[in-house]
C-alpha cells in the first residue's frame, strides 16, 4: 500500500512538473523544444500547419503557447486577445521564438497597423476549413480588432 501511495506521488509531481514546462491545448508551458534553425527566405506552403509553438521570453519569465498561424503575402502572423499573457509580453513587439514542427526559429514579432482585416480574413478562412465550430464563434474581423491583437514574425535584423 505504501508503494502505491508513493507510486501516486510521483506520478503526480511529474504531472505537475509536465503541465508547467509544457504548454498543453491552450495553457501557456515554459519549454519550446524543437532544432535550432536558420530562418529561411520563404516559409513555403504553410496552408496545412495548423498550430505552431510561439515563445515569448525565456526561462522563468518565459511562456511558451500553441496557437494558429497564418501566411499572407510571405508573412507570417499571429493573433490573440489583447489582455492575453503572450500579448501582453509581446507588447510593441520584441523577440519572439517559433517551432514549426520541430524546426525552431529566432524571430521579431512586430504589431500590424495596416491590413488587419485582410490578415484577420485569412485567418479565419485558413482554419473555417478544418475548425468550423469554433471558427463560427469569432467577431467578425472589423468588430474584433477591439479587442484583438495582430503580429508579424519576421527574421530578426
Known sequence: MKFLKIGAIVLLVVGVIAAIAAPLGPMPGLLIGGTDS??????????????????????PIGRTVII????VDGDLYVTGQKDSGWTQGIGS??????????????LNASPVTENQVEILNAWLAKYAVNYPEITSAFPDPEESLQ???????????
Open 68 to 71: 494558429w498561424t497564418v501566411q
Open 93 to 106: 513587439g520584441g523577440p519572439v521564438r517559433l517551432r514549426m514542427a520541430d524546426k525552431l526559429y529566432e
Open 147 to 157: 479587442t484583438s491583437a495582430l503580429f508579424r514574425l519576421s527574421a530578426r535584423s
Open 38 to 59: 536558420e530562418v529561411p527566405s520563404s516559409w513555403g506552403d504553410t496552408k496545412s500547419i495548423d498550430e505552431i509553438h510561439l515563445q515569448i521570453g525565456v526561462g
